[in-house]
C-alpha cells in the first residue's frame, strides 16, 4: 500500500466549476503536506504547503489537512481551462526531501 | 532567477548501457534531490544530496547512484539499464533539506529499447 493514496480521475468539470482534490496518507510522521500542478511535459510546480492541520489559501486555491482522519485536499474555486493539469498531493517529514507523492489526479477544466 | 536545468531532456538507451543525467540547481540552492516518474509508479524518491553528501536514498537498486558538485551541481548514473528505466527522471533543489520548498526542473525523459 502506498503511503499516499490519490484517485488518479480523470476529472472534468465545465469552466467556474469548484474542483476539490483529495488524499489520504497513512505515514503519521508526515508534517507537512504539498500539492504540485503539472503540466503535460513539464515537471511538478509547487502550488502551495501545508504544515501540520489546517488551511492554507492562496488566490482560487485552498489547502486542507486534517491530521485526524489523514485527509489531504485541494479546492480550486472559478477553474479556468488553463488549470487542466495533473496535481499530485504528497507528504513529507520536516527537514526531508523524501517527498511520498500520490499518484495525481488529471484535471481537465472545459470552456 | 534561472530554474532548476537538467540535460539532456531526451535521451534514447539500450539495455545495458549506462547513462548520466546532470541537474543544475537554481543559484543559491545546495540541496539536490532525484526523483523518477513513471506511469505506473508515479513520482518516487531516488537520493538527496545536501553539501557534496548523499542525506537519504530511496528504495532502488545499487545501479541507482548520483554525486552532487562543490557548486552544488548534481548527476545520477544509472548502470546497467533496464527496460523499466524508462521514465522521465525529476531533480529538485532547494537551499535547505526541506521538501516543501522543492522547486523542480522539466526532467530527462529516458527511454530504454
Known amino acids: 500500500q502506498k503511503e499516499v493514496e490519490q484517485d488518479p480521475g480523470p476529472l472534468s468539470v465545465p469552466e467556474g466549476a469548484i474542483v476539490s482534490l483529495n488524499c489520504t496518507y497513512s505515514?503519521?510522521?508526515?508534517?507537512?503536506f504539498m500539492w504540485y500542478r503539472q503540466y503535460s511535459r513539464k515537471g511538478p510546480e509547487l502550488l502551495m504547503y501545508?504544515?501540520?492541520?489546517g488551511n492554507k489559501e492562496d488566490g482560487r486555491f485552498t489547502a486542507q489537512v486534517d491530521k485526524s482522519s489523514k485527509y489531504i485536499s485541494l479546492f480550486i474555486r472559478d477553474s479556468q481551462p488553463s488549470d487542466s493539469a495533473t496535481y499530485l498531493c504528497?507528504?513529507?517529514?520536516?527537514?526531508?526531501?523524501?517527498?511520498?507523492f500520490g499518484a495525481g489526479t488529471r484535471l481537465t477544466v472545459k470552456p | 532567477k534561472a530554474g532548476v536545468t537538467q540535460t539532456p531532456r531526451y535521451l534514447i538507451k539500450t539495455r545495458g548501457q549506462q547513462v548520466t543525467l546532470s541537474c543544475s540547481p537554481i543559484?543559491?540552492?545546495?540541496?539536490v534531490s532525484w526523483y523518477q516518474q513513471t506511469p505506473g509508479q508515479g513520482l518516487q524518491f531516488l537520493f538527496e544530496?545536501?553539501?557534496?553528501?548523499?542525506?537519504n536514498k530511496g528504495n532502488f537498486p545499487g545501479r541507482f547512484s548520483g554525486r552532487q558538485f562543490s557548486n552544488s551541481r548534481s548527476e545520477m548514473n544509472v548502470s546497467t539499464l533496464e527496460l523499466g528505466d524508462s521514465a522521465l527522471y525529476l531533480c529538485?533543489?532547494?537551499?535547505?533539506?526541506?521538501?516543501?520548498?522543492?522547486?523542480f526542473g522539466p526532467g530527462t525523459r529516458l527511454t530504454v529499447l
Open positions: 529538485a533543489s532547494s537551499f535547505l533539506p526541506r521538501g516543501y520548498e522543492q522547486f
Open positions: 504528497a507528504g513529507a517529514k520536516y527537514n526531508n526531501n523524501d517527498m511520498r
Open positions: 505515514n503519521s510522521a508526515f508534517q507537512y
Open positions: 544530496y545536501f553539501s557534496e553528501t548523499q542525506r
Open positions: 543559484s543559491g540552492h545546495r540541496s
Open positions: 501545508t504544515y501540520s492541520s
